[in-house]
């Protein structure tokens, strides 16, 4: 039986980043994957950085990574692009609501500034007529995560971790886990494995929300800045079965992804009537839109909590189990924070913010 200081259960960008930091604090670290490196949830997503200010636990999160990511801003594996998202207000009663949301982010470290209608077609010009204004981030970027998921996990491996690639966890003993063919390791074990977390621990209450994504030929400057309609929050925490809103932002490719949709279903197939209602709310912002080619349609499952906060911590009433899971469609950007978070608490440390709002016990109390 091999010995670890930490075993990390999935390599997608929570679990590669999750590894990384203990590898780098000196850990003796094994990381169990089935599938690809990056290819579950991270694959999926669209790899904004952004700062949502919904719920103070998700502003803080989500500020703390952003800054963290900044260390990557030059690696070109990320492909980073600081594009900055602009959020489109479409009238004036969602323009009005821009200056709390700008105070908000401010008390958070994050400059925004609003946008009238005149600077927004300037900075967008493709965008529909008749819409009342947006809020500008400028400093906000997108990434290509699956690539920043191998670049880390190849770093960890780099400091002594051991890649149990294309094997799967079958079970936690009472000192480890237990591996598909027979391997058993020894050792803390974290839990990172998205929406087949219920698979090992079945008491975290999760639901696969599916997303399709849609991504076109080569077409430059057709949009600059991540876009993404003021109403967006609702979509991504309200409790539809199916809901759709505008998001489309710039690959540094030159070509345009768009989402968003979100539905409750663990199927990976498309829905095509899914995909036409996310296009429809894509055109009605961006009507040139149509005539662009489309290359590719694809899905993705994203693992969701019922508060919509991830878990990032000790499992309680088991000894040595951790879990960081539950980041729905902000696992890219808060990966490096909810490293950092579950590696103070494995280590008795001190975290840079306040780890209470997304510790497992809050629903297990």
């Known amino acids: 039986m091999s010995t670890f200081d930490l075993i990390v259960v999935g390599a997608g960008i929570v679990g590669a980043a999750c590894a990384d930091l203990a590898a780098a604090e000196g850990l003796r ?3 169990v994957e089935p ?7 991270t694959a999926a997503s669209m790899g904004h950085l952004v700062v949502m200010d919904d719920d103070p636990a998700e502003l803080a999160l989500s500020r703390y990574s952003q800054r963290l990511w900044e260390a990557y801003a030059d690696l070109s594996e990320a492909e980073f692009s600081r594009c900055g998202t602009l959020w489109i207000a479409r009238d004036e009663r969602e323009y009005t609501g821009i200056a ?5 982010l401010a008390q958070a470290g994050v400059v925004a500034e609003a946008i009238d209608a005149s600077a927004l077609y300037e900075l967008e010009p493709e965008l529909t007529p008749g819409l009342a204004g947006g809020m500008l981030v400028a400093e906000e970027a997108v990434v290509y995560p699956p690539r920043v998921a191998e670049f880390l996990v190849k770093r960890a491996v780099t400091r002594h971790t051991h890649l149990h690639l294309g094997r799967r966890v079958n079970a936690l003993t009472s000192n480890g886990v237990v591996l598909d063919d027979g391997t058993r390791l020894s ?18 209450s999760l639901r696969a929300r599916k997303g399709h994504l849609v991504i076109t030929d080569r077409y430059p ?19 539809e079965l199916t809901s759709v809103a505008f998001n489309v932002q710039p690959r540094p490719t030159g070509q345009v992804l768009i989402g968003s949709s979100r539905e409750f279903d663990s199927s990976r197939e498309v829905s095509m009537a899914t995909v036409r209602r996310m296009l429809e709310r894509a055109f009605a912002f961006l009507p040139r839109l149509r005539d662009l080619q489309a290359l590719r349609i694809w899905t993705g499952l994203r693992p969701t909590t019922p508060d919509g906060r991830p878990y990032l911590g000790a499992v309680p009433e088991l000894r040595d189990v ?21 590696t103070d608490q494995l280590l008795g ?10 510790l497992p016990s809050r629903v297990l109390a």
């Open 349 to 358: 440390r001190r975290s840079a913010i306040d780890p209470a709002p997304y």
């Open 187 to 204: 050792g803390p074990v974290l839990v990172a494995t998205g929406c087949a977390l219920p698979e090992l621990l079945p008491m975290l």
């Open 29 to 31: 670290v094994a990381i």
């Open 100 to 104: 709390a949301k700008i105070a908000r």
């Open 221 to 239: 400057a057709f949009v600059r800045h991540q876009l993404l309609e003021l109403g967006y929050a609702d979509s991504a925490h309200g409790s």
């Open 35 to 41: 599938g690809s490196i990056g290819g579950g949830a």
């Open 322 to 342: 951790w879990v960081a899971a539950g980041h729905e469609g902000l696992g890219v950007t808060t990966a490096f924070a909810s490293a950092r978070l579950v």
